[in-house]
């Protein structure tokens, strides 16, 4: 079973619809975070979390919103989503404390708004 | 912010092909990472080089911090090793990392 999950794994919506994707980690960390991956851009980080009462913004919140459930869960909603918001969505989990701050990546949410 | 430059952004290489990936930034860092995202769009971590050098099997990675690059070495190239190549650096202490935009690498037969 992988690590850290997504779901869905691929979604088309309308402009103004809300939209939630749902991230959950078997892996027992403390952080997590919510990046997006725009084509040439890399990855760009919207919201983190380092635990379940201490949410952060990124680079680039605006437009979303998150809510960390649990320590497994963290979810990332648009409230009324734009076409701009259209690409592919990552779920990342880390661990404080290690050394290697190493950051473990979900499979990816394509999201598509039209 | 910091700016993360990559490069090439395009490279192909015949296997068995050794290879040279560069990562620039723009002020001081205490993490930097390098990641491999395969075509069917998984991230995986590389390495963990704030500064030094590292290998892992045909993989190998330096970081001058002093001098704000990074490489990642890539030798005796597979099929495999397709896909794109990111450096990602964190100024924060809080892992938030920020990521250039690759080195998009095909190996070819």
């Known amino acids: 079973d992988a690590d850290v999950t997504q779901t869905p794994r691929n979604r088309i919506t309308k402009t103004g619809k809300r939209i939630m994707l749902e991230c959950s980690q078997t892996?027992?960390?403390?952080?997590m975070y919510w990046y997006r991956q725009d084509p040439g851009l890399g990855l760009r980080l919207i919201y983190y979390?380092?635990?379940?009462?201490?949410?952060n913004k990124g680079e680039i919140s605006d437009g979303y919103s998150v809510s960390r459930q649990a320590q497994a869960k963290f979810s990332l909603s648009l409230e009324s989503a734009i076409p701009n918001q259209t690409a592919l969505y990552f779920c990342?989990?880390?661990?404080?404390?290690?050394?290697?701050?190493?950051?473990?990546f979900g499979p990816g949410t394509r999201l598509t708004v039209l | 912010g910091i700016q993360v430059e990559q490069s090439p952004p395009d490279l192909i290489l015949q296997e068995g092909a050794n290879s040279t990936l560069r990562c620039n930034f723009s002020?001081?860092?205490?993490?930097l990472q390098w990641f491999h995202q395969n075509p069917w769009g998984q991230l995986i971590n590389l390495f963990y080089?704030?500064?030094g050098t590292k290998q892992n099997g045909r993989l190998s990675a330096t970081t001058v911090a002093t001098e704000r690059y990074s490489l990642l070495y890539i030798s005796s190239s597979q099929t495999t090793d397709s896909g794109v190549y990111f450096c990602?650096?964190?100024?924060?202490?809080?892992?938030?990392?920020?990521f250039g935009t690759g080195t998009r690498l095909t190996v070819i037969p």
């Open positions: 990342a989990t880390g661990l404080a404390g290690d050394i290697s701050d190493t950051q473990y």
């Open positions: 892996k027992g960390h403390d952080r």
């Open positions: 979390s380092f635990d379940v009462k201490d949410i």
């Open positions: 002020d001081s860092v205490n993490n």
């Open positions: 080089i704030p500064s």
């Open positions: 990602a650096v964190d100024q924060t202490g809080a892992n938030n990392l920020f």
